[in-house]
């Protein structure tokens, strides 16, 4: 039997906070992100359409210019009908962001078996999915509800205090549906990439699941003459939300519970599909 | 407690296949082996030990400390799974940097740990390539290196020798003896029986999810009656020896070296056999060497287990 000396040390310095170890994911997730020149063209295009809202804000408080120009100054107003639009593009460019950029989180890791190298560490399942979705959290954040603010304030400072104070409401809708639009499309996208561990097969899936759920959903809607149909299709439940939430005057067939219901369905089987693939050991038998 | 690593009838199934059923341990201080075959529990058992699996039945304790706790289990805890799995697009070390972060060490904390880790593992020169250029050995090397890199007391190595040159797996072995003269725990699981049987303090044998034998070597040796002793006798006059060895019934079965110099025997009882080898050598007969010959982990394994699986 060896004698030990019994001279280790252990380690007595102070250790980082608990809840901030997922950000050192979140930083390397996110630098990786930029690695790729199409994500990070992708990124900035996303800035376009905010950039040119931003210039209509502007006209629309020119009105020497746009007479200068022949526009009437009533065709460019600024309401929630214009918020609405904004989020609906964005909405979109956030969920082709999300096809290119969702994929790349999670399946890498699982395909390189990664995952027992995180969780040997004082690190939490949960913890790995909140760093690998705060990237995403982020991305979007970046493209949707921080531009949509800026474009309040800015309509704002140039329409005044009173327009501010009786339209605030927009402002929380925007952040509102930014935030529900992006938790839908990170737990999709990531619940996605951990059961499809081939990456470009698990975008591809993100777009299916997109317009073959909408296909889907009118599919059943002919056949079967109901509406339930609308239920398979994602964008269409979260049109209804933003609908609500920005108080435009339009037509939807389902309700905006059902609305609500359908979409936290969708999170609460997405999250539960995640949890159940982001493992230490896959279990195969 | 406190400074043991303790298994409380552990049974892990997966489903309905078993993984490891109603292990009783106890490691203590030094260098432990897990022997077995594939598929006898070895990794299910260091998964356990981590905390990585749960178990289906039972408990276990590092040094005081839960698996289900991974805030203290990691701190006492390094381990480095045998599966050739990085992150993508690190370099040696980022990786290492970014675990000790993950671990909770302040980023310059982290750094200095970090190239004392790779330094140990001598993968200096390499530590700005990424990690997927490595070659097989300086990847298990650079995978040990985050094992150890925040100074763990239990050190979990997963066939830690794999794809190591002689000169690397030397270096290895000095690392881990270093570890254990300073009172760590380095558990080590290995098919490469005679490096097993040099490094190790202890073995932990498994066959099909069962601990067929524990600790020391030779204790695990002397408690197999089954099979009788061999002991290799190095002398002048071995047929002599050999008679009178029959004689006084201490011998089952003796065979000459083709050398005429020496013979191999069997008995049931060492130590009475080590008495009587005492009073014959004063007869006459000169002996140059006694030497246990299958008090080895592949002898041990061979018995245990069978030959079918060994790896010489």
Known sequence: MAVYRRSYKPYAGTLTPEWSRFLVLFRYSRRSVFRSKVQTGLFVICFFFPLACLILIYLAHSASFLAKIGIPAQILSIDSKFFFRFMSVQGALAFLLTAFVGPGLVSPDLANGALPLFFCRPFSRSEYVLGKSAVLAVLLSEITWIPGVILFVMQASLAGASWAWSNLWIAGSLILSSLLWIAVLSLLAMALSAWVKWRIVAGALLLAVMFFGAGFGQAVNAVLRTDFGYFFNLPYLMGTVWIALFQVDMEQAISITQAWVAILVYCTVCLWLLLRKVRAYEVIR | ?312
């Open chain 2, 1 to 312: 407690m406190n400074d043991r690593i303790i298994f409380e009838d552990v049974s892990k199934f997966y489903g309905e296949i078993l993984g490891v059923n109603r292990v009783n341990l106890s490691i203590p201080p030094g260098i432990t082996s897990l022997v077995g075959p594939n598929g006898s529990g070895k990794t299910t058992l260091m998964n356990l030990m981590t905390g990585l699996v749960k178990p289906s039945r039972g408990q276990i304790h590092v040094l005081g400390n839960r698996t289900d706790d991974p805030e203290s289990l990691f701190k006492v805890v390094g381990y480095s799974t045998q599966f050739d799995a990085f992150p993508k697009g690190l370099t040696g070390f980022q990786f290492l940097f970014s675990y000790l972060m993950v671990s909770g060490r302040p980023s310059s904390e982290a750094q200095r740990l970090a190239w004392q880790a790779i330094e140990r593992v001598n993968m200096g020169e390499a530590a700005h390539r990424n990690v997927a250029s490595y070659s097989k050995g300086m990847r298990q090397r650079i995978r040990l290196a985050q094992a150890l890199a925040h100074d763990p007391k239990v050190l979990v190595l997963d066939e830690p020798l794999n794809g190591l040159d002689p000169l690397a797996r030397a270096e290895m072995i000095a690392l881990f003896r270093s570890a254990a003269s300073q009172g760590c725990y380095v558990i080590i699981s290995s098919h490469i029986l005679h490096e097993v049987d040099i490094i190790s303090d202890q073995v932990v044998l498994l066959s099909n999810g069962y601990v067929v034998a524990e600790g020391q070597i030779q204790n695990v040796r002397s408690e197999i009656q089954e099979h009788p002793s061999q002991i290799m006798i190095r002398c002048n006059r071995p047929r002599e020896l050999a008679a009178k060895m029959f004689t006084s019934e201490q011998a089952i079965e003796v065979s000459i070296h083709k050398d005429e110099r020496g013979l191999l025997l069997k008995t049931r009882d060492a130590d009475r056999f080590y008495l009587a080898l005492n009073e014959l050598a004063l007869n006459g007969i000169e002996i140059e060497s006694i030497a246990p010959a299958d008090d080895d982990v592949l002898s041990v394994y061979e018995y245990l287990i069978g030959s079918e699986e060994v790896v010489r």
